[in-house]
């Protein structure tokens, strides 16, 4: 399944269930998702030894990103069309705003109908890991 993205984003959401948690944090499982201007959201932990992230929508940043989900990542969050997905991308924030990069490899997926989330690793897609977030 092919997901594009429009540039409007959540404000605000209950919580998000990452089952198998997020790569290096196998732990942090629940999060809010909460707007903080300029396209950019907060993705805070509900439980307290889990970090934040900065995500941001990718439409406003990478216009022409539409990752391949592969079918399995479809099945394990029950996907039943493209609209249902959220796409996200975790921001690693710099000394600078224009140091800023945000993840196009391993993307955050939420369905939004039942609020079940995943980071997938892109296989076999040709998509960086750092890919600078102001213009990008």
């Not at 790569?23 to 307290?48: I, T, Y």
């Not at 997905?85 to 975790?90: E, Y």
């Not at 924030?93 to 980071?119: I, K, S, Y």
């Amino acid at each position: 399944m092919t997901v594009t993205q429009t540039d409007a984003g959540p404000t605000t959401s209950p919580y998000l269930l990452f089952e198998t948690g997020l790569v290096g944090f196998p732990d942090a499982r629940r999060f809010v998702l909460v707007e903080s201007g300029g396209g950019a959201f907060e993705l805070q932990s509900a439980d307290d030894a889990s970090p934040d992230f900065v995500v941001v929508a990718p439409a406003p940043f990478f216009s022409d990103y539409a990752p391949l989900l592969d079918d399995v990542s479809v099945s394990r969050l029950d996907l039943r069309d493209a609209e249902e997905a959220l796409v996200l991308l975790v921001v690693t924030l710099g000394q600078r705003p224009e140091d800023a990069t945000a993840n196009l490899l391993a993307p955050l997926v939420v369905n939004q109908r039942t609020r079940h989330a995943a980071q997938i690793v892109l296989n076999g897609q040709d998509f960086p890991l750092r890919a600078p977030l102001i213009g990008g």
